[in-house]
């Protein structure tokens, strides 16, 4: 349980159908930064409100501390992907390697009739061929659906685990809470990274981590420098740029790791910022010894592809050539960064999940051609982001 409306109906659910319930609630951070002040995750709070809902369902509760397996398993890992001015998903990380790793690990499942119940927003049906296999299905709820989040957990998690709202919308949860007399009924949700808390920038945050290494901003047409960054983990591909005396909104469409290099280009809608390719490594299949149908065959397999979490789910084509994975959307996704998530669906089935590596666009743009020289700035970013210079 989190503290939040959503654990804490699920509970009350589990709790309808006679199950001999015991809440666990992760510490995950540890909120005494480096200043030494007590910010950022307020999980005291949410401590509390769990034992209040616990208290009134008059079921036991506990505390489990996994912060310092939050923070070798999680945070620091990202750290480095953000240092490397990539764009990781620490959320999706959190629900493999703590959720449904380090948690999992520290409590005594041994009981076959023992289950592991989580207030996702998510469902789970069973595949009978050619034996009993969980499948992790989209929640009817599409705007609060998770599963997004859960795409790199292992078949083995899945099978021990229940989605009690999976099959409410967030509305029907509120007025469940409500019903329920929940203490939680009217809690604010969430939003974001717990590590970071609502009143901190994100990239002043990073910027306590990580070290200022300055390098250019350039105009991604005309290849012009029209400003400088903190390094290039300050920006994420599709993200409003300021930049002192720029007339027009500018956005990052391109990152260069070999010079350092930020490209920008005028406008939200600009056709830089647009994908419809995308490279993924280190594919995890929630069945392990079950890839995408089809393409280890060397056929082209029909989904849907998701590369964030409020995004809805967009037809692809996901293929196999020489260098690996291929996934193709039939719409173009705008800011998509290397470092991000890319799960895969069969219809609501979710398949497995892999990061990006590198992006592109395989068809025709039109734009202003670059001004001639200054070639050490190809549009694009040399390994990671792979951006082609023709377009």
Not at 164 to 182: M, S
Not at 270 to 277: E, F, G, I, S, V
Request: net charge negative; proline share 7%; glycine share 8%.
């Amino acid at each position: 349980m989190s503290g939040g409306v959503d654990s804490s109906v699920a509970a009350r659910l589990l709790a309808e159908q006679d199950f001999d319930l015991s809440a666990v609630f992760m510490r995950n951070w540890d909120t005494r930064d480096e200043s030494g002040t007590d910010e950022g995750c307020e999980w005291k709070k949410d401590w509390e409100d769990v034992q209040r809902v616990c208290k009134v369902l008059d079921i036991p509760c506990r505390m489990i501390d996994l912060s310092r397996e939050y923070w070798n398993r999680v945070f620091e890992p990202s750290l480095n992907v953000w240092e490397a001015g990539l764009t990781p998903n620490p959320d999706v990380w959190c629900n493999r390697e703590i959720k449904f790793g380090a948690l999992l690990e520290r409590l005594p499942m041994e009981d076959e009739k023992a289950w592991f119940a989580t207030g996702h927003y998510a469902r789970k049906t069973w595949s009978n061929h050619p034996r009993p296999r969980p499948q992790l299905r989209c929640a009817k709820d599409p705007i609060k659906d998770q599963s997004y989040y859960l795409s790199s957990i292992s078949e083995q998690s899945l099978a021990r685990t229940l989605f009690p709202i999976g099959d409410f919308t967030k509305a029907q949860v509120r007025d469940l809470a409500k019903k329920y007399d929940l203490p939680t009924a009217e809690r604010p949700e969430s939003m974001g990274l717990c590590f970071i808390g609502e009143k901190t920038r994100f990239r002043d945050f990073l910027s306590s981590y990580l070290p200022p290494n300055p390098g250019p901003i350039c105009d991604h047409v005309t290849q012009k420098r029209v400003g400088t960054h903190q390094g290039l983990w300050s920006y994420t591909i599709g993200q409003k740029a300021r930049i002192p005396g720029m007339s027009e909104k500018m956005f990052v469409s391109g990152k260069m790791e070999g010079t350092n290099t930020i490209f920008v280009v005028p406008g939200g809608d600009h056709p830089l910022l647009l994908r419809n390719t995308y490279r993924p490594i280190e594919w995890r299949s929630i069945w392990a010894d079950s890839p995408i149908p089809g393409v280890e065959k060397g056929e082209a397999f029909r989904g849907m592809a998701k590369i964030r979490h409020r995004q809805p789910l967009v037809p692809c084509t996901v293929s196999r050539d020489e260098h690996g994975l291929l996934i193709t959307t039939d719409t173009p996704q705008k800011g998509v960064a290397t470092g991000q998530v890319i799960a895969i669906w069969d219809d609501d089935w979710c398949l497995g999940c892999g990061l990006v590596d590198s992006t592109s666009y395989v068809g025709e743009l039109h734009f202003q051609k670059p001004a001639d020289g200054d070639e050490e700035h190809a549009a694009g970013r040399s390994g990671s982001e792979r951006i082609p210079t023709e377009l």
